[in-house]
């Protein structure tokens, strides 16, 4: 163990860093293990065996982030075809693995001989018969994964006392969209405008990085027009049943309060747009959206009571209020619009003379008052001087082909003003440079 740790601290360090900074897979991976009962440390085998990279591949044949053989991965349900390799899907595979470690636990009741016989197969441990591990007559190789894997877990837990810095990546986040027809990968980035990379690390388990109709394909949270719209399909544009209003605690993070209140974390993330879902602040109110026959919330104001009627409402001083032309989003409904700009849903209405709150539909300009004091208002179309370049913030689900359209210019104009090519991945908390052009 102690020559284990050793060797991560020296000879190894820039590789094991490498692994210690790969956090993107972790909340997913300990969320399954917790939901199973089975030790988190656990997670750690998937950082030995492949550095958490999702299309690690073995010399021996094991493949995904568990480096699993195929005849074992089969019998716990994954699938393999001339398209998918499902070893390479990280919740699938962590799945199969679950169902792996279970099986060899009610066996040999110890988790360091799970270890060795996930390393191994289950045979030689068999045939060394129980007892303490490192006094069993197994192959040194497994020994040294088995000690690789409880160092790991030793110093990943305190790194910087073992003098390591970490720099987390945020969670995966997606959604997912059906595929209408067999689609490279690179064509859907391309109508989507999305980085084609973005596409790969979400779909891992394509082998060609081709999907077949009827796949279930993984895209970056927010970007669901756009797939739609290449897709030639009518969008689902799905409005809340219920929204909860929740102020965070200590102690809280996107997961626990999705599960507190049985709604997804990617809704809570979108809903509330949140750059860092790693970071929430105490105190900070979140917006919990409950769609469909998603558990409901006692304390929670139902979507009936959301239509308002129009009363007159006075335009705003000029000397006071700022005039502000906002562009509607897909999914975009009047009380989130009101929300985000903190105005009544009667004022919007009434601004922009609309009798029912749905008569609002993606592309439409709403014209929306807000007092000039107001220090930080969110980004918007606001009116510019022609031909002026603005600075613009990348917020979450943005897309350049979004900002293009938001701004009245072309995607490869934007492009061209920031250095960046066609498969260039954005992201929140980015600065673009926009030379907006006024329509006529």
């Known amino acids: 163990m102690k020559q284990a740790i050793y060797i991560l601290q020296n000879e190894a360090r820039f590789l094991y860093n490498a692994w210690l900074n790969r956090t993107s897979y972790i909340p997913m991976i300990k969320s399954?293990?917790?939901?199973?009962g089975l030790p988190s440390d656990l997670i750690y085998v998937a950082m030995v065996e492949s550095g958490f990279q999702p299309r690690g591949y073995s010399s021996d044949g094991a493949a995904g982030l568990w480096h699993l053989m195929w005849p074992d991965s089969e019998q716990y349900g994954l699938d393999r075809t001339e398209y998918i390799d499902e070893r390479f899907d990280p919740a699938k595979s962590t799945r199969a693995v679950i169902h792996h470690f279970k099986a060899l636990y009610r066996e040999f009741g110890s988790w360091e001989l799970v270890l060795a016989a996930h390393h191994a197969g289950a045979d030689p441990i068999r045939t060394a018969g129980a007892g303490n591990i490192?006094?069993?007559?197994?192959?040194?190789?497994?020994?040294?994964?088995v000690a690789f894997v409880m160092a790991t877990a030793i110093i990943s837990k305190s790194p910087v006392a073992y003098g390591f810095e970490t720099k987390a990546q945020l969670p995966l986040t997606y959604e997912t969209v059906p595929?209408?027809?067999?689609?490279?990968?690179?064509?859907?980035?391309?109508?989507?405008q999305v980085a084609l990379e973005q596409l790969k690390m979400l779909n891992p388990e394509l082998r060609q990085w081709r999907a077949s109709a009827g796949y279930t394909l993984k895209i970056p949270l927010g970007t669901q027009p756009q797939y739609h719209i290449w897709a030639g399909m009518e969008p689902a544009v799905r409005e809340p049943s219920e929204i909860t209003v929740y102020r965070v605690r200590r102690g809280d993070s996107i997961l626990r309060i999705a599960r507190r209140f049985g709604v997804r974390s990617d809704d809570i993330i979108l809903e509330n747009e949140i750059l860092r879902p790693d970071r929430l602040r105490i105190g900070h109110v979140l917006y919990i959206p409950t769609y469909g026959t998603t558990k409901r919330i006692s304390s929670t104001r139902s979507a009936s009571t959301r239509a308002a009627s129009v009363r007159p409402v006075a335009t705003p001083d000029p000397k006071t209020h700022t005039r502000l032309t906002?562009?509607?989003?897909?999914?975009?409904?009047?009380?989130?619009?009101?929300?985000?700009?903190?105005?009544s849903i009667a004022e919007i209405q009434a601004w922009n003379t609309?009798?029912?709150?749905?008569?609002?539909?993606?592309?439409?300009?709403?014209?929306?008052?807000?007092p000039?004091?107001?220090t930080s208002p969110p980004q918007q179309d606001t009116p510019v001087t022609d031909g002026a370049t603005i600075v613009y913030t990348v917020r979450l689900g943005d897309t350049l082909w979004d900002i293009a359209r938001q701004h009245q210019v072309t995607v490869s104009a934007l492009l061209a003003a920031n250095r960046l090519n066609r498969r260039?991945?954005?992201?929140?908390?980015?600065?673009?440079?926009?030379?907006?052009?006024?329509?006529?």
Not at 32 to 36: D, G, N, P
Not at 179 to 192: E, T
Not at 424 to 440: F, M, Q, W
């Open 32 to 36: 399954m293990l917790a939901r199973e």
């Open 134 to 145: 490192w006094q069993m007559d197994l192959p040194r190789h497994t020994l040294s994964f």
């Open 179 to 192: 595929v209408v027809q067999d689609s490279d990968l690179d064509s859907v980035a391309l109508g989507m």
């Open 326 to 343: 906002y562009r509607i989003r897909w999914g975009d409904t009047l009380e989130r619009i009101g929300r985000r700009h903190r105005v």
């Open 354 to 370: 609309l009798r029912d709150t749905g008569d609002i539909l993606a592309g439409q300009r709403l014209v929306i008052w807000i």
């Open 372 to 374: 000039t004091s107001r």
């Open 424 to 440: 260039a991945a954005i992201h929140p908390g980015d600065k673009l440079r926009i030379t907006v052009r006024k329509s006529n």
